[in-house]
């Protein structure tokens, strides 16, 4: 069964960094290739996808509002997709969750639908 589990959330202010991770339990991305991306929810708003990238080849995608801050990455001897945050600002706040899919990402890695396995979210909160 595949597990996603998450780690690197906290509280920074604005302006800081944060590097996020996600372990793959269960499956190994390197044997066959999926697409894990990022997304986050913030109260009362709907999950948005942050950033993906596809392990099969490195290709990466971005929310414009995260372009030039955020970069996603992979380490296939550790089974682990990172996001690392910089210049974080306080509309970053919301919890973030990693996610994994056998679909191609170009098509769906805006689409919470389209991914079958999810971790269990970590909290951001940058202040002011």
């Known amino acids: 069964q595949v597990q996603l589990v998450e780690s690197g959330g906290g509280s920074v202010q604005a302006g800081g960094s944060l590097r996020l991770s996600c372990a793959v339990f269960?499956?190994?991305?390197?044997?066959?290739?999926?697409?894990m991306g990022w997304f986050r929810q913030a109260p009362g708003k709907e999950r948005e996808g942050v950033a993906a990238?596809?392990?099969?080849?490195?290709?990466?995608y971005y929310a414009d509002s995260v372009k030039g801050r955020f970069t996603i990455s992979q380490d296939n001897a550790k089974n682990t997709v990172y996001l690392q945050m910089n210049s974080l600002k306080p509309e970053d706040t919301a919890m973030y969750y990693c996610?994994?899919?056998?679909?191609?990402?170009?098509?769906?890695?805006?689409?919470?639908?389209?991914?079958?396995?999810w971790g269990q979210g970590t909290q951001v909160t940058v202040s002011s």
């Open positions: 990238i596809y392990t099969g080849g490195g290709s990466t």
């Open positions: 269960g499956y190994s991305y390197t044997v066959s290739s999926i697409c």
């Open positions: 996610a994994a899919t056998g679909y191609l990402c170009g098509g769906s890695w805006r689409r919470p639908s389209d991914f079958g396995y």
